[in-house]
Each structure stands twice: as C-alpha cells, then as structure tokens.
C-alpha cells in the first residue's frame, strides 16, 4: 500500500442529512434549516475532555486516540487529512490565527507538535510522509493550547503552570506559575502585546505579561466550581469566562477599571426566562414549539437539578438575521457570543445579558450527540454560519454541524406586534377614547370663555328715566377723560410668591457635557434617622422636590439659596413627588392613601384625594397629557383622573374645599396583580402609558384606545419599583425614536433598558450593588447618562452605549435612594437613605449638600437662618413646623 493510500484515507462517513419533519417554526421555515449534521466519525478512543479546534474551512479532532484528523469543510471529496507523530492520546490542539500559512499546535503527553497544513498536504501528495515540528516534549498533561494574534508564540497549558514558547526557535520565552489548580484555558489580549490571561480550576483567572514572565492581577475565587472556558472581546474590551455550574463572569478590562467585575449570569435561568416569556407573550404555539424543551419541560419540572457547564465559548454574528423578517435586533446588539455546552448550544447577548436563541442537541433528532463532553466552534464570514465540532460525553463519536444563526434566532424570537406602539403620538385621539374628554372639555371651555368675552364687550343702552325724551348720560359712549390710571411701575422686592417666580434664562442644554462627577458641600434638610424617599426637579430646573418619611415636603431652589419651602399635612411617608407641567402645582402621595396637590406659589392645598377613594395605598402618581389629567395606581389597578382646581379664594370659607376630580376610567393589569409602579409622559401628549406588576411583567397600555397593548413577561427577576421614561427636557431635543427608551429597576436584578417599538431589552446594567433595598434610577436630559443609586453609599452614572459604570459618586454615608438630573444644566442630584446617629449626609448635590443635624437647637438655628425673619426670630408659623421636623 503507497504511502499516500496510508496517510491520506479517504473514509467513508454516515453523511446525517436531515429526515424532512413536520416541525416547523413561527415563521414558517424548516428545522432543518437551522442545523445540519454533516459528518460522523467514530472514533475508538473516546475525545471527550479533549480541546477541539476549528477554523474558517477545518476542523480538527483526534482520531483513535493519538492521530490528528484534519476535515476540510470545502473540499467536495470529504478526505481527511491524518496526522501522526505523537505516540501519547491527544489531549489538545489549536489552529493558528493566520490563513496563509495555516498553522496548527497538537499535545499529548509526550510532545507539542507544530504542523504546517500547506507543507503536509503537499507531502502527502508526493508520497511523503508529513512532519511537524517539535515544540516542546514531556511538558505533562497539556489541557489548552492557543496561539498569539500573529502565530509568533504558542501558549501551552500543562498543569498549574503556562508556557510561552517561541513558534520560530522553539525556546521557552516564559513560565507563569502561579494557579494552584490544572490550566483550562488562556488567551492572547488581542489589543495588548504580551498580554495573556487564564483560567483554572482554582475557579479564578489571572493576568499576566508573557514578555516578562510577571502576574499582573489575579482575582478571588468567582464560584464554587472549576472555569472551564475563556473569551476576549476586542470590541467591548470585556473578558467573559464559564465555569462547570453553568455560570458565566463578565469583567471589564478597560484602561482604568481595574477588572471590575460588570455581571455573572445564570445560563440555565437565563433559558428558562427565554422560553417562559415566549411562551407567555404568545410568541410560540405549543403545538409547534412542542419540542423546545423549555415550553414542555420546564413547566414539568424535568430540568430542575440540570447544569450547563460551558465548555466553549466563541463569536457570534447576528448582523445577517433579516430585520423585515424579524425586526428585533438593533445594530448595536448584533454582536453576541456563540455557548457550547454539554446540552446544546446558546446565543447570548452580552449587552443585554438575555439568551437570543437556544439548541438542544437532544431536540434535533437528526443529532447524532445528545450530550458532548467537548465542544469547539468558529463563526465563517462568508455565509454567516457556523461550524461546531463535538465530540460525545459517552463513546467515541464525534461530529460536525453546521449551524445557521440567522434562522435559530428568527424561529425562536420574531415578534407578532399587530401594530407599532411609540412614545410620541402618531394619531388622532379617537372619540371612543377616555382622553377624548379632557380634549372636549378644553374646546368646550375655550368657547365658553371666548362667548362671556364676546358679551362683556358688547356695550348696551340703559334707560335711566322712563320719559320719552331724555338727555344722554354719557354710559353709551367713552370716557373723554381718564378717571383713573393704576401704577404698573412698582418694582418688586422679591417678597412673598414672587420668591417661585422663575428666573430661568432659557440656555440650550450642553449636549457634549461631560459625566457631572464634582461634589460640592452640604445643606441640611432634615433631623437624624429621615429618610429622603424621592426627589424630582420641576420642568424649569428652578426648584427642587424632596419627599421626607417625616410627612413633610420640601421644595428647594436649584442653587439650593434660601427658604426652601415647607408642604404638610400627609399621615405617613411621603412616597411621590411630582411638578405639573406649568410648575404652578406640585403633586404629592403618602402611605397615608391620600393623594395632595398644593399651589407652589403659595404653599396651599389646593386638592385633596382622601382615604375613602383607595382602598390600598398608592404607589405613583403623576400629572399626565399636558397636565390635563391625574394619572395614579393604587392596588391591582391604575386611574384616570379628570381634575378641576379652583384658584378663587374666598377668605371666609377657605375650609371648604372647592377642587375637585372625577373618574375618567380604570384599567387593571392582565394578571390582577397589584401594580407596583406606572410611568407616562407629561411633556408632550403621548398615548402610552408603562406599568409594572407583582407578577415581574411590564405592561403597555394605550389610552387612546383604552386597553392593553402589549406585555412584556418576566422583565425582572423580581418586581419592578421603577420605570423611568426618557423625557428629555425643554432645554434640549432627542431623536423622536429615542424617546421610545425607558428603564426598569428591581433589587437584586440591576437595570434593564428597553425599546418600547420592538419590546426588547437593549441593555442590561447591573455593576452596582442593590441586593435588598428599592434605589432610585434616572435618565439624563441628552439622553446618554442614566444615574442610580446603590447600597454601597456611591451614585453610578452609565454611559448609554456600555453596560460598565463610568463613575462612582461618592461622598454619602448611607444608602443611595434616589437621583434626579437637573433639565436645564448638567448636574445630578442624589438622596441618600435615613442615617444612624451622629451620621451627616441625607440629601446631596452637585452644588452644595443636604445633610442631617442631631441637636434641635442646631435645627431650629439653620431654620432661623431659612424662614423669613420678623423682628428677629423665627415666624410664629415656622417654629411648630420646625418642632414636628424635628420629633418625627
């Protein structure tokens, strides 16, 4: 038999095209278009636990235990390349990163092999038999191998320790010794010469410079079980790793963040979560999507005890997937991460820490490998497909499928939206619509007011004798002369309500400006052991909102100068604040059930919603359409009000009050379940208005028609408390499709970010600590900062475009419960949570600093220097109000 006959055999392989199945998608295509099995091997040493390679057209995997088998993918006769040298089983091989000339490193116990495919094959082809290069010999168990960006060093993992060697001379350039467990994987910095990093089974991974054998960083230990798989995202600049459990670690490894850690996702709940919210949205019908384990399975409780330990993890682009057909990826959410697991295969999205698509090997029956004990994969350009290499937990098959990302993603996530929702209204409001009547009763009191002025001018002729000839007393006609004239020159002194009037000059807002991260000092705002519960700035950035769990409400001036204002009269904590849209009225709710609007101008109740309207507290409030209506939530339900307050003041029955509201309509949530929190647009008329459930939904509902547009299931993985809507302001102006993003938070899940067109999370922030109590989130007037509080006493401030925190603000004692942006300049408020004894800081800002005082003689001196002064002393109705402050 030639040589050629031996080296280069041809085999004959069980080629798995797919029996045709009546399973078919949503959209209509066929499961065998999402994969393929395209060749099978058996080998008769089993290959699981052994590092697979593939590249753009080869795979590699060890065949009958220690021969190295090249697949070319292209090449129509379906040969295979055999390449022996080694006499030890392979434990792991690498393709080089270069295509011309294509490299790849094999291991055994017994050597490290370089090949040249280009010099092999050419061998073979004149009947010699190919060689390799010897690398490194009696190194120990090798578990991973990886080659630099440039193929100048090849990195080997054997045992505890790594070694560089040079690829040309094959010296030993470096050993990094420092695991206390076996290597599992390591990988070049793609931007930084000399940069490697690894993971062990010590379960942490280190960071080291290859050039001068030195540990730059090394980490705790992340989980109780062993790192098995590592990726290096150039574009994002993050290190992702997986361990045996299923878990998967992201940290940040850009220039100044120090390896922070951005999120650890829970693969196996991530599906569950994928597959629940499909199936509640009404996305798949279970006839159809019987065999996706998650819709049948899960629901059984057969998965329960299952892991997914991440063998492999690879690139995945999504830019192919057609957005007529699916319409459900941004541009800036295309660039996802390829999973290999022992059970299938996940496309995961590290922006929005979701699971786009699954694929359980044990689902396709064309599958020859339900469970693979290794896994190897590799994205190809030209088609947008996949090439996975497997190899089986039990025996010794291995096989190769190819996988399209593009269909996975479109069977298993197009959205069935009847119709676009968006933020701004695009249509007329509907006669059948409940805000039909604030629109028919504003046209009904313009006419009403425009007919009594039409009367008032029409001048009528008196009698004022009853003779038939009478001289005329001058009233049909106008004065000759002036009788009286009012002074309109009186200058004011800044006394009484015109201490609210604003003086706002109306300058753009600076859209370029940087992260506001300067602190500044602080003013006191209420006793020791207050809880500052929400803030909120009024629409011309002038005044400053703060609601107290002392029952109080404060309304300071934004350069936080002299009096701030003083609302009382609530039973219990102060939960909302909210400014109406002319900032004439301020909006203010309890857990006392009672809902108060006062004049801003005067410190007055104006309206009073008492306990006999809710039967449970109410947890939001809001002005709403321009401040035509009253938007609040209150147990399994949200209201429509329809208010009227009455500015008349009549001295004499000042008791009395005169506002009034009426019901406009009342929507519940899908489930029933108590609303947790509601957003809406007072800005500018918008139809739409956000809640959020017990139940962890997010529902949409259109008042324009009066029902439910859409519901978002399983948005948190606990109940929202906040749904912050991006409004922008009226000093600058978004893109229209930006004011369909909002924000939800939940404890102990982060922040989410969402686009209401296509009802998808974009981004998933999660960097701050909130692990058990409600911290407040805000949106920037531009639209490119959202702020948080947290539990670790910092504010953090994102950047829209990353899911990294890019400042931490500093300077609170407490918990960080709340933040607001100032709409006219860019500054962050933020209010910290109820403070021990002796603590200072309750509310704090860019300017200047809120803090809270012990002493009430200390109190009653700074409201001495507040409240306006009258010969000398604190005004009578100042000092109890600064008394109940204090004792509450």
């Not at 490299?103 to 061998?123: F, G, H, P, T």
């Not at 922070?260 to 991530?270: C, G, I, M, T, Y």
């Not at 475009?801 to 709340?818: E, K, P, Q, Y």
């Amino acid at each position: 038999m030639t040589p050629i006959v031996i080296l280069y055999v041809l085999f004959v392989f069980r080629l798995k095209m797919e029996n045709p199945q009546d399973i078919f998608s949503s959209n209509g295509g066929c499961v065998r278009d999402i994969v393929i099995e395209k060749y099978l091997v058996e080998s008769k040493e089993s290959a699981s636990h052994v590092q697979l390679a593939c590249s753009m057209q080869h795979c590699a995997f060890p065949l009958d235990g220690n021969e190295l088998c090249i697949w070319n993918t292209e090449d129509p006769s379906h040969q295979l390349l055999i390449l022996r040298g080694h006499h030890q089983p392979i434990t792991a091989m690498a393709f080089g990163n270069k295509v011309n000339p294509l490299l790849i490193c094999s291991a055994s116990l017994d050597y490290v092999i370089m090949w040249n495919l280009d010099e092999c094959r050419k061998k073979v082809l004149q009947g010699l038999v190919p060689r390799g290069t010897v690398m490194g010999s009696l190194l120990g168990k090798v578990l991973c191998l990886q080659l630099s960006p440039d193929d100048q060093v090849v990195a080997v993992c054997a045992g505890n320790k790594i070694l560089t060697l040079d690829i040309e001379t094959q010296a030993v350039l470096a050993k990094l010794q420092g695991h206390l467990g076996p290597v599992t994987a390591v990988e070049f910095c793609p931007w930084q010469a000399g940069i490697i990093i690894s993971v062990s089974e010590d379960r942490g991974f280190k960071v080291w410079d290859h050039c001068t054998g030195s540990l730059i960083y090394s980490s705790s230990v992340l989980s109780a079980y062993p790192l098995l798989s590592l990726f290096i995202d150039a574009g994002s600049r993050q290190l992702v790793t997986g361990c045996a459990d299923g878990q998967l670690w992201i940290f940040s490894l850009m220039d100044g963040h120090h390896y922070r850690r951005v999120a650890r996702v829970d693969l196996r709940k991530k599906t569950e979560t994928f597959f629940t919210r499909r199936v509640k949205s009404g996305l798949y019908s279970q006839p159809e999507e019987s065999w996706l384990p998650s819709t049948s399975a899960l629901g059984k409780g057969e998965q329960v005890g299952v892991t997914f330990p991440i063998l492999r993890l690879a690139p995945c682009d999504l830019s192919r997937v057609p957005h007529s057909a699916c319409g459900c990826l941004s541009s800036e959410n295309t660039q996802c991460l390829w999973i290999g697991s022992s059970v299938g295969l996940f496309v995961f999205n590290p922006a929005n820490l979701e699971v786009e698509a699954a694929l359980y090997y044990k689902d396709f029956h064309s599958l020859s490998i339900p469970l693979a004990g290794s896994c190897a994969l590799r994205s190809r350009f030209a088609d947008g497909k996949a090439l996975c290499l497997l190899a089986s937990l039990f025996g010794g098959k291995i096989a190769a499928l190819e996988v399209d990302p593009a269909a996975l993603v479109v069977a298993q996530q197009c959205p069935r939206v009847e119709q676009g929702l968006s933020v701004p209204a695009s249509s007329c409001v509907l006669p059948t619509s409940p805000l039909y009547l604030g629109i028919a009763k504003e046209k009904s009191t313009k006419a009403a007011s425009e007919q009594q002025r039409a009367k008032r001018n029409i001048m009528k002729d008196q009698f004022l004798v009853f003779h038939s000839k009478i001289k005329s007393s001058g009233y049909a006609s106008a004065p000759h002369l002036t009788m009286f004239s009012p002074k309109t020159n009186i200058k004011s002194e800044g006394k009484g309500p015109s201490r609210h009037r604003s003086s706002c000059t109306w300058e753009a807002y600076a859209v370029d400006c940087t992260v506001p991260a300067k602190p500044g000092p602080r003013v006191t705002a209420a006793p020791a052991r207050t809880r500052v519960c929400c803030i909120q700035y009024s629409g011309d950035g002038q005044w400053l909102a703060c609601g107290l769990a002392n029952r109080l409400c404060l309304v300071f001036d934004a350069s936080l100068t002299g009096t701030p204002a003083v609302f009382s009269g609530h039973d219990g904590a102060v939960n909302t604040v909210c400014w109406s849209h002319d900032q004439r009225w301020l909006l203010s709710t309890a857990q006392d059930r009672t809902l108060r609007v006062w004049s801003a101008r005067r410190t007055e109740l104006a309206l009073l919603l008492g306990k006999d309207m809710f039967s449970k507290p109410i947890q939001s409030a809001q002005f709403y359409y321009i401040d035509a209506f009253i938007l609040l939530s209150s147990g399994p339900e949200f209201q429509l009000l329809k208010y009227h307050i009455d500015t008349c003041k009549d001295e004499i029955k000042r008791y009395k009050q005169r506002s009034k509201s009426k019901l406009v309509c009342r929507l519940s949530l899908t489930d029933a379940g108590d609303v947790t929190c509601l957003s809406a647009v007072n800005d500018f008329y918008s139809h739409i208005v956000l809640t959020a459930g017990r139940n962890r939904t997010v529902e949409v509902f259109d008042l324009n028609a009066g029902c439910s547009a859409a519901v978002i299931a399983e948005a948190h993985s606990r109940p929202v408390h906040q749904i912050c809507q991006n409004k922008g302001s009226s000093f600058t102006t978004q893109q229209p499709q930006a004011y369909n993003l909002f924000l939800t938070t939940a404890i102990g899940d982060g922040m989410r970010l969402w686009d209401l067109r296509t009802l998808r999370c974009e981004r998933h922030f999660e960097g701050h600590p909130n692990r058990s109590y409600p911290c407040g989130i805000a949106f920037s007037p531009c639209g490119r900062f959202v702020a948080c509080g947290a539990e670790d006493r910092h504010a953090y401030m994102y950047e829209m475009g990353s899911s990294m925190f890019s400042h931490r603000l500093a300077g609170h004692t407490d918990i960080v419960t709340a933040v607001a942006f100032n709409p006219s300049a860019p500054q962050v408020e933020i209010s910290s949570d109820y403070l021990p004894v002796l603590s200072r800081t309750c509310l704090k800002f860019l300017g200047r600093t809120i803090e809270a005082v012990q002493d009430p003689r200390h109190f009653l001196h700074l409201l001495n220097s507040w409240l306006p002064l009258k010969n000398g002393s604190v005004s009578v109705m100042s000092r109890p109000v600064a008394l109940e402050m204090f004792k509450s």
